[in-house]
């Protein structure tokens, strides 16, 4: 079973939309969560972190966290073309690593 | 806020050649750093951490004497790829962990590596 676990894609929604990005993870006592933002050809950069249960909300962004059903998500409202791009949820996992463990990312693509 | 820097960006070389990546921490003091790997369309595997003035720490499956990691200073870790093949042909990404700590890394550009 994959640690953290995302749908690939595409997800693709209009300009102005929201766009739900959801990631789910297997160890039930991890305590960090986070969604990176990775371009095209590009590294990987930050967007959220969140480490308790409910909604974090930055901008346009807002992360969910549910640790009892071990899912995180992340909200883009208004979603922009510049938002187009591959979003990788991170989670630091039990064993005492404090390195987080990604998932494969979504690819998301919002069309004008 | 931290800032990595990373270099070459892309290099192209020759099956059998070695290749140096440069991972830097500017402005801040960096004892661990991650190296990353991340092949078309997948997710990035970490390869081995670094540790200043230690040696580095692989992963299971990372061989250590192909991927030669030194971290002499607090702010410099290199990754040699020696005996650099196709099948090691890309996106080696190098990441520190931020000062506020709180497992939050900072990623440097990444460097793209294409062995003919």
Wanted: proline residues 4%; glycine residues 8%.
């Amino acid at each position: 079973q994959k640690e953290v676990e995302q749908n690939s894609g595409p997800l693709s929604v209009p300009e102005g939309a929201i766009a739900s990005l959801n990631c789910t993870y297997s160890d039930r006592v991890s305590q960090s969560f986070f969604w990176y933002r990775q371009y095209s050809g590009k590294s990987p950069e930050l967007i959220m972190s969140i480490y308790s249960n409910g909604d974090k909300e930055d901008g346009r962004f807002t992360a969910q966290l549910n640790k009892a059903s071990q899912y995180v998500s992340l909200l883009i409202r208004d979603s922009q073309p510049s938002d187009s791009a591959t979003y990788l949820c991170a989670v630091n996992l039990s064993g005492g690593s404090y390195i987080p463990t990604f998932g494969r990312g979504t690819s998301l693509i919002v069309h004008p | 806020g931290a800032v990595v820097s990373q270099h070459p960006s892309r290099v192209i070389c020759k099956s059998g050649t070695s290749v140096k990546i440069e991972c830097r921490s500017l402005d801040f003091q960096a004892t661990t750093m991650f190296w990353y790997r991340q092949f078309p369309k997948q997710s990035l595997m970490l390869m081995a951490t670094s540790n200043e003035g230690s040696k580095a720490t692989y992963e299971q499956g990372v061989e250590k004497d192909k991927f030669l990691i030194n971290h002499a200073s607090l702010t410099l870790s290199t990754l040699t790829v020696t005996s650099a093949h196709p099948e090691d042909s890309s996106f080696y990404i190098c990441s520190a962990e931020q000062l506020s700590g709180a497992n939050v890394l900072t990623f440097g550009a990444g460097s793209r590596l294409t062995v003919l």
